[in-house]
T-cell receptor, first 119, second 117 residues
Framework: GAVVSQHPSWVICKSGTSVKIECRSLDFQATTMFWYRQFPKQSLMLMATSNEGSKATYEQGVEKDKFLINHASLTLSTLTVTSAHPEDSSFYIC???????????????FGPGTRLTVL | AQKITQTQPGMFVQEKEAVTLDCTYDTSDQSYGLFWYKQPSSGEMIFLIYQGSYDEQNATEGRYSLNFQKARKSANLVISASQLGDSAMYFCAMREGPLPGGFKTIFGAGTRLFVKA
């Protein structure tokens, strides 16, 4: 089956620094990628929808200047957490759909997640 | 407004028995998709089963079946013959669309399942 990778799998950084998380579709082209955030023991919250070659669509309440998303190619989307603070510590999960996705039931592939800890 | 409701924060089941995880949803769309995902402690999201709003028969995938009651807007997951490896967090999700920008999948709060030996 299709594989989505994320790098790094975990990262610890100091408050005020920026962290970049990569999401790659390994064997398919992903015109759309999704970024989710999950706090401990909570659900996945959609942060933004990233379309290749265009600006990301952010969900209400998500700061676009804080969470920079770039989807420069059909296989790579990046999420940069700028000036990270301890409250940004979370599990970030990306997801991608195949460019041929037309039906609601088509599979959405999830990455393994990136655990960010901001000290 | 919350669109996916999972009222069971935690569930216990004896190994080899069946268990039902509840999920209700709210949408004004006629066309939508319902999903169940499993998230073990490793964090990966594992797709289990899908039900389309126009599907007349309940979806089944091995030991997983989805009890779809459209009028009640419920999509309960039934796991038969529970195994120790089924212990995990289970999320119900709904995909609406197409919306501007495409489909969007939203998740319920999740139910943690504990399988007892």
């Amino acid at each position: 089956g299709a594989v989505v990778s994320q790098h790094p799998s975990w990262v610890i950084c100091k408050s005020g620094t920026s962290v970049k998380i990569e999401c790659r579709s390994l064997d398919f082209q992903a015109t759309t990628m999704f970024w989710y955030r999950q706090f401990p023991k909570q659900s996945l919250m959609l942060m933004a929808t990233s379309n290749e070659g265009s600006k990301a669509t952010y969900e209400q309440g998500v700061e676009k200047d804080k969470f920079l998303i770039n989807h420069a190619s059909l296989t790579l989307s990046t999420l940069t957490v700028t000036s990270a603070h301890p409250e940004d510590s979370s599990f970030y999960i990306c997801s991608a759909r195949d460019s041929g996705w037309r039906e609601q039931g088509d599979t959405q592939y999830f990455g393994p997640g990136t655990r960010l800890t901001v000290l | 407004a919350q669109k996916i409701t999972q009222t069971q924060p935690g569930m216990f089941v004896q190994e080899k028995e069946a268990v039902t995880l509840d999920c209700t949803y709210d949408t004004s769309d006629q066309s939508y998709g319902l999903f169940w995902y499993k998230q073990p402690s490793s964090g990966e999201m594992i797709f289990l089963i899908y039900q389309g709003s126009y599907d007349e028969q309940n979806a089944t995938e091995g030991r997983y079946s989805l009890n779809f009651q459209k009028a009640r807007k419920s999509a309960n997951l039934v796991i038969s013959a529970s195994q120790l490896g089924d212990s995990a967090m289970y999320f119900c999700a709904m995909r609406e669309g197409p919306l501007p920008g495409g489909f969007k999948t939203i998740f319920g709060a999740g139910t943690r399942l504990f399988v007892k030996a």
